[in-house]
């Protein structure tokens, strides 16, 4: 019986962690979007191809923050 309390305990855990993180990330998309309406001219695509970052438009450029990957659109 005492692994299964350990096994019920570390799912609670896991499960608040996950909630947490959810969180977090709902606050920085709600950053994000924030940043960018206040900001001429710069807007936010799709993944880069690194898999790390969302690509930052602007100037007709595309810009990868995380691995620098850079291209004129």
């Known amino acids: 019986m005492r692994g299964r309390h350990l096994?019920?305990?570390r799912l609670?855990?896991?499960e608040e962690r996950l909630d947490d993180a959810e969180r977090n990330i709902d606050r920085l998309e709600n950053t994000l979007r924030g940043i960018v309406r206040e900001t001429d001219g710069v807007s936010v695509g799709g993944p880069c191809k690194c898999g790390e970052s969302l690509?930052?438009?602007?100037h007709r450029t595309v810009y990868c923050p995380h691995c620098k990957y850079r291209?004129?659109?």
């Not at 690509?55 to 602007?58: A, F, H, K, N, P």
């Open 71 to 73: 291209r004129a659109i």
């Open 12 to 14: 609670r855990e896991l």
């Open 7 to 9: 096994y019920s305990r």
């Open 55 to 58: 690509l930052i438009v602007r």
